[in-house]
């Protein structure tokens, strides 16, 4: 069975362009959520969807933005790309949680690597 | 808010030494606890999990007890290995809140000499 894919594997783009960032969640899975690992800062929520929905948002600028779509997979957006954007983003998925699966595990992608130059 | 602080790395110790990274978080409720691994070059795994006080998760010769009363979550081996290397997350999340939304650690990472 095929895990959660990423693509691009590495991106590089000046400050000031956008990036987009896409993701291929587990067969079956409708829950996407992405992080980003920026280096010394660890590990931060940056978005969930479900069933094409965004359901919660972490503590990221509106410049941070993405979509699920029908099939599920998910592409996240970075606007006005600053320096301090270049990071390590994984994405997660997991069938959907809350109260139906509260305790279902989420499985992580090998992330794109995003370098602002 | 939830937070989650780990004990900051690096950490270096030889093959078959004990190893403890210790963990504790910081949440209303009663969370879920994680601990992630991440290889060189890849993404990260689940090691292992617990999701109710006094549960303990295990795998792979690691575990780690979900102790409520000291709000710390552990992770333990008795004897680690060369191919142990990697950075080590503690994580939790409110399932009820949103699935798997996770709080992280800053990570610990784990060196072991032959």
């Known amino acids: 069975e095929a895990g959660v894919t990423q693509s691009p594997t590495h991106l590089i783009k000046t400050r000031g362009q956008q990036a987009t960032l896409r993701c291929s969640p587990i067969?079956?899975?409708?829950?996407v959520y992405w992080y980003q690992q920026a280096l010394g800062l660890g590990l931060q929520f940056l978005l969930w969807y479900d069933e094409g929905e965004e359901r919660n948002r972490g503590n990221f600028p509106p410049r941070f933005s993405g979509r699920q779509f029908p099939n599920y997979s998910s592409e996240l957006n970075v606007n006005a790309l600053e320096l301090e954007d270049s990071a390590l983003y994984l994405c997660?998925?997991?069938?959907?949680?809350?109260?139906?699966?509260?305790?279902?595990?989420?499985?992580f992608g090998q992330g794109t690597r995003l370098t602002v130059v | 808010g939830d937070s989650v602080t780990q004990m900051e790395g690096p950490v270096t110790l030889s093959e078959e030494a004990f190893l403890t990274i210790n963990c504790t978080y910081t949440?209303?409720?009663?969370?879920?606890l994680f601990w992630y691994v991440q290889y060189p070059g890849e993404g990260l795994q689940l090691l292992l999990k617990a999701t109710k006080a006094d549960d303990k998760g295990s795998n792979k010769g690691f575990e780690a007890t979900y102790r409520k009363e000291t709000t710390s979550f552990h992770l333990e081996k008795g004897s680690v290995q060369v191919s142990d290397s990697a950075v080590y997350f503690c994580?939790?999340?409110?399932?009820?809140?949103?699935?798997?939304?996770?709080?992280f650690g800053q990570g610990t990472r784990l060196t072991i000499n032959p």
């Open positions: 067969s079956g899975h409708t829950s």
């Open positions: 949440a209303t409720g009663y969370p879920s």
């Open positions: 997660a998925s997991s069938l959907a949680g809350g109260s139906v699966r509260p305790n279902t595990e989420a499985f």
């Open positions: 994580a939790l999340s409110r399932p009820l809140q949103g699935a798997q939304k996770l709080v």
